[in-house]
C-alpha cells in the first residue's frame, strides 16, 4: 500500500501525521511511503530524515498524491488541495466534515474516496486515542500562552500566574471539563494558579476530580455560576466541543462585557468556530485583539505552537491505525470498531447519520456496506 503525506496548507499548521519513525515502521512492513519535499520542516523533521526512513521525497504535492491510496493530512484539504484527493483512495485527518466547505464533499462523493476521521476514532464508549493526547496537549499549551500574556512583556497587566509570597494566585476559569479542560485545570494548578472550571454535566465534573484530583473549584455550568466567575477571572479558558459538530456559542458578548477590563480570553474551540459570539481566529504574530474591554487569543491548531512534541503525539497514535489499514481498508472497518466510528465516507457514500445534517446527500449504511467481522 502507499501512503502520501504533504505539506500542510491550512494557516499555522506546522504539525505533520507521519514521524521519520513511523515511515521506517511503514517501510520495514512492506509498504511505500512518498512525502512531499519540506512536509515536515515545520515540525523539524527534514527531507533528509524522511530518506533515511526509507520514504521516497516528491517535489509537489501532485507527485506525492498521484498513486496514492491513503492520503494522510492533518487538516482536510483546502480548496487549493481539492485535486491531491483521487478517485477511489481513502483520506485521514482532523476532517471536521460537519463544518466542511460543500467542495470538499462534492469532490468526495465524485471521487468515491473513504473519509477517516482522526478526531472521531473511538475505543469503547468514550475513549479517543488520537484526539485526545492532542487536546490535552492543546489544554496545556493554553495555560503557557496564559502565563506569558499576563506578564509585560506579552503586552499583559503584569500579574503572575501563581502569585507570590501574601500575593494572591491569578484566577483561571476553564469552561468545559472534557479532554482540553482538564489539562488547562492541571496545568494552570501545577503552577499555582486559583482554577475554577465549569460544565454542564455534574458527571464530567466528577470524572475530572477523579482524574485531577480536588485541585480546581468545580460547578455546573449555570447562568449564575457563569456570571459570577467571568467576574472575577483573570483568565477564561474556552474549552467547549460537541464531536463532529460545530462548537456552541456558550458566551454571549454580554458575558464578555462583565468581565474585568484587561481580562484575558483564549478560545480553544475556535477550530470548531468558536465558543464565544466574540471570537475571531487569529495568528501566532498577531495572537491577540481587544473587544469590549477583553484581550482574545483565538489560535487555530493550538497543539501547532508546539509541532514538533504534538507531531510525534499524533504520529504515535495514528501509527497502529495505518498499520490496520495496511491489509485493506474494507478488512480494517471489517474488524476495528474505532474506525468504523471515524468513518463518514465509504467510497463515496455518506455513512454518518451525524454528518448528514450538513450534507446534501443519501445517507447509506456501512453495516450493509462493510459487514462487520464474526
Keep these: 500500500m502507499q501512503f502520501a503525506l504533504v505539506r500542510e496548507t491550512a494557516p499555522q499548521e506546522r504539525r505533520v501525521s507521519l514521524i521519520p519513525e513511523g515511515v521506517r515502521a511503514l517501510v520495514a512492513a512492506g509498504h511505500e511511503v512518498v512525502i512531499e519535499s519540506g512536509a515536515g520542516q515545520g ?71 473513504t473519509t477517516l476521521s482522526c478526531e472521531l476514532v473511538r475505543e469503547g464508549p468514550d475513549e479517543y ?26 503586552n499583559g497587566p503584569g500579574l503572575l500566574l501563581g502569585g507570590a509570597s501574601g500575593v494572591p494566585p491569578a484566577m483561571v476559569l476553564v469552561i468545559g471539563g472534557g479532554t482540553a479542560g482538564q489539562a488547562a485545570v492541571a496545568e494552570a494548578a501545577a503552577l499555582g494558579a486559583q482554577v475554577v472550571v465549569l460544565d454542564r454535566d455534574p458527571r464530567q465534573l466528577q470524572r475530572l476530580e477523579r482524574s485531577i484530583g480536588r485541585v480546581a473549584v468545580t460547578a455546573t455550568a449555570s447562568e449564575y455560576h457563569l456570571s459570577r466567575y467571568l467576574e472575577q477571572a483573570d483568565v477564561v479558558i474556552g474549552a467547549v466541543a460537541v464531536r463532529g459538530e460545530p462548537a456552541p456559542k456558550v458566551l454571549r458578548r454580554q458575558h464578555v462585557r462583565l468581565m474585568k477590563e484587561g481580562a484575558l480570553f483564549i478560545d480553544m474551540s475556535i477550530d470548531e468556530g468558536g465558543c464565544s459570539e466574540t471570537s475571531r481566529p487569529t495568528t501566532s504574530e498577531a495572537p491577540a485583539y481587544d473587544l469590549e474591554g477583553v484581550r482574545h487569543i483565538c489560535i487555530p491548531n493550538l497543539p501547532s505552537e508546539v509541532a514538533r512534541t504534538a507531531s510525534r503525539s499524533l504520529g504515535n497514535s495514528l501509527l497502529p491505525y495505518l498499520f490496520a489499514l495496511a491489509g485493506g481498508v474494507d ?15 465509504h467510497e463515496g457514500r455518506l455513512v454518518s447519520r451525524s454528518l448528514q445534517r450538513y450534507v446534501q446527500a443519501p445517507l447509506a449504511d456501512l453495516d450493509t456496506l462493510v459487514p462487520r467481522d464474526a
Design 331 to 345: 478488512r480494517a472497518l471489517a474488524r476495528s470498531d474505532a474506525l468504523r466510528h471515524a468513518c463518514a465516507y
Design 129 to 154: 486515542p488520537i484526539l485526545q493526547p492532542l487536546s490535552a496537549l492543546g489544554g496545556r499549551v493554553a495555560v503557557a500562552l496564559a502565563a506569558y500574556h499576563l506578564t509585560y512583556p506579552g
Design 43 to 113: 515540525s523539524g523533521f527534514s527531507d533528509t530524515e524522511y530518506l533515511a526512513a526509507g520514504a521516497h521525497i516528491a517535489w509537489t504535492p501532485r507527485e506525492a498524491t498521484q498513486r496514492a491510496d491513503v492520503l494522510l493530512k492533518v487538516h482536510a484539504p483546502l480548496a487549493g488541495e481539492l485535486e491531491l484527493v483521487r478517485p477511489n483512495s481513502t483520506l485521514i485527518g482532523f476532517l471536521h466534515l460537519a463544518s466542511a466547505p460543500e467542495a470538499l464533499h462534492r469532490q468526495l462523493i465524485a471521487n468515491k474516496v
